[in-house]
């Protein structure tokens, strides 16, 4: 009874393990390799994002102003 036990849990962990692996490499295989990076042979390691929207590091207020003139 214990053998039988062992071998429907290998043999479930088998088909469990090779669902996830045909998965990873369907992932793998389907999706857009973007170069980037330090490994990269493109570009100079700078990560650029596909964001639509504009980047907006600050806005000039006037405790900004202030931020700015006290740390000059």
Do not use: C, P
Not at 36 to 64: C, F, N, P, Q
């Amino acid at each position: 009874m214990a053998d039988e036990l062992r071998r429907s849990f290998i043999k479930r962990a088998g088909v469990a393990a090779s669902v996830l692996a045909g998965s990873v490499v369907a992932v793998a295989s389907t999706s857009e390799s973007q170069n980037r990076g330090d490994g990269s042979d493109i570009g100079s390691g700078v990560v650029v994002g596909t964001a639509h929207k504009k980047e907006i590091l600050y806005k000039k207020t006037k405790a900004w102003n202030e931020f700015y003139n006290a740390a000059k």
